[in-house]
């Protein structure tokens, strides 16, 4: 499966964004889709996932209440809607799917996924 992200943009703080992530080559369904990020000079780290089937999602701390993930199984693509971003969300972007429907305790988990996405970069800035 090929992943490509988009929506990626500057914002001040307090703004939204809404990334995109299209999925090419196969379906998605009976996979895990998740979004990460990587800040400079930091580890990538767990944003979001949702599991294609079921739609059963799961949110790092850092990001729950503010970003929602969600997909449309007709354009096989899984969405991040980002709001009431803040300075430390500025990182790049990237989805990534596992294969299977993962447990939520293991979505989180960034060696479970397969196929990677190139990123899209949000900055957040006054």
């Known amino acids: 499966v090929q992943l490509q992200a988009s929506g990626g943009g500057s914002v001040q703080p307090g703004g939204s964004l809404r990334l995109s992530c299209l999925a090419s080559g196969r379906t998605l369904s009976g996979l895990t889709i998740g979004w990460f990020r990587q800040a400079p000079g930091k580890e990538r780290e767990f944003v979001a996932a949702?599991?294609?089937?079921?739609?059963?999602?799961t949110y790092a701390t850092s990001v729950k209440g503010r970003f929602t993930i969600s997909r449309d199984l007709a354009k096989n693509t899984v969405y991040l809607q980002m709001n009431s971003l803040k300075p430390e969300d500025t990182a790049v972007y990237s989805c990534?799917?596992?294969?299977?429907?993962?447990?939520?305790?293991?979505?989180?988990?960034?060696?479970?996924?397969?196929?990677w996405g190139q990123g899209t970069q949000v900055t957040v800035s006054s």
């Open positions: 990534a799917a596992a294969r299977g429907n993962l447990i939520t305790g293991s979505m989180a988990t960034i060696r479970l996924y397969d196929y």
């Open positions: 949702i599991r294609w089937s079921g739609g059963i999602t």
